[in-house]
C-alpha cells in the first residue's frame, strides 16, 4: 500500500485508492473484496478497518499475521476470535499481554491440543478455568488441573467435566466449592450424589438438590437437614416430589414450610438438570474428540 496519505481528520484519512475511512472500512467488510485489497486494509491506518479484516473467517494468513501483532488490544482480540486464525498465532495470543485476547483464544474453535497444553500452561487462572470447562479436554491435561493451585479453576473443572475419572479424582477434593461443582453436574453417579448429599457443608448439599435430581431415599434425611439453608434450597427445587414437597410445608422453620407450601413450577429462577439415573459412560469410550467445539 503507497505511504501517501491524507491524515486531515477522522474522515478525509485516505489511503492510495483515495478512499476515506468509511469506504476502506464497507470495503473490508464486503464479502466481494479480494484477497490482495484485504491484506493492503491489514495495514490500513485506521484500527476499525483493521478489525473488520481481523473478524473475516476469509481473510488470508498474510492478513492475520500482521494483525495478530497489532498495536491495538481490539483487533487482536478479533484475530484471537477468528477460526481462521493459525495455531501459530494462537499461540503467540494465548500469550497476550491483554487479558481480553488471551481468553478470546480461548473460546476458538481452532484451538488444538498445542494451544489447550499452552493455556494450561499459563499463569492466568481465569485462562485455566476457560480451558477446565472445555468439554473435549484431553485427560493428561484434566490431570493437572484437578491438582491445580487455584479452587476456582478446580471448581470450574468440577462443575463441566464430562469425564468420570476426572469426577472420581474431584470427589476427595478438600474444598468445598470444588465439591459444591461437583453437586452442579449432572454426570455424577448415583452413588456419588449420595455422597454429596451427605457433605459435611451445608453449601454442597443445597446446591445438590437444586441442580440434580435425586433419589428420594437420599431427600428424605434432607427433611430434618440441620441446616436451614438446605431444607430452604430443597422447598425451592423443581426436582422435589411432591411427598417430599408436602412434607417440607411441615418444617419448624416457617419460611421453608411457606416456600414449600406456596411452590409453583417453573416460578424458580435456579437452572436444573435431571442427571441420568445410571451415570456417566466408562472412561475407556470417547477419548477422541474433536478439538475446539465449547460446551
Request: include cysteine; charged fraction near 30%.
Amino acid at each position: 500500500m503507497s505511504e501517501q496519505r491524507d491524515v486531515g481528520g477522522h474522515h478525509g484519512v485516505k489511503d492510495a485508492t483515495g478512499a476515506g475511512v468509511d469506504a476502506r472500512l464497507a470495503l473490508a467488510q464486503d464479502p466481494a473484496t479480494s484477497q490482495m485489497t484485504l491484506i493492503d486494509l491489514a495495514s490500513d491506518p485506521s484500527a476499525a478497518v483493521r478489525k473488520a479484516v481481523a473478524t473475516r473467517p476469509d481473510a488470508p494468513a498474510q492478513a492475520l499475521r500482521p494483525l495478530a501483532r497489532d498495536h491495538d488490544r481490539h483487533v487482536r482480540e478479533a484475530v484471537a476470535r477468528n477460526p481462521s486464525t493459525s495455531v501459530g498465532n494462537l499461540l503467540r495470543l494465548v500469550k497476550d499481554t491483554d487479558r481480553w485476547v488471551r481468553w478470546a483464544v480461548a473460546g476458538n474453535p481452532a484451538c488444538d491440543e498445542s494451544v489447550r497444553r499452552a493455556m494450561a500452561d499459563a499463569p492466568d487462572k481465569e485462562l485455566r478455568g476457560l480451558l477446565a470447562e472445555r468439554r473435549e479436554l484431553e485427560p493428561e491435561l484434566a490431570a493437572r488441573l484437578v491438582d491445580d493451585v487455584s479452587p476456582e479453576v478446580r471448581e470450574r473443572l468440577a462443575t463441566h467435566t464430562h469425564d468420570p475419572d476426572t469426577i472420581t479424582a474431584l470427589m476427595a477434593d478438600r474444598t468445598a466449592r470444588v465439591r459444591k461443582g461437583l453437586a452442579r453436574n449432572p454426570r455424577t453417579t448415583a452413588t456419588q450424589r449420595r455422597a454429596l448429599a451427605q457433605d459435611p457443608v451445608a453449601d454442597v448439599r443445597a446446591a445438590l438438590v437444586l441442580a440434580v435430581e435425586l433419589d428420594e431415599a437420599d431427600l428424605r434425611p434432607l427433611l430434618d437437614d440441620r441446616a436451614v439453608q438446605v431444607r430452604m434450597a430443597m422447598a425451592r427445587s423443581e426436582l422435589i416430589p411432591a411427598d417430599i414437597r408436602r412434607a417440607l410445608g411441615r418444617d419448624p422453620d416457617e419460611m421453608v414450610a411457606g416456600v414449600a407450601r406456596d411452590f409453583r413450577p417453573g416460578a424458580g429462577a435456579a437452572p436444573v438438570v435431571r442427571a441420568a439415573r445410571g451415570g456417566p459412560r466408562s472412561s475407556g469410550a470417547g477419548r477422541g474428540r474433536p478439538g475446539g467445539a465449547r460446551r
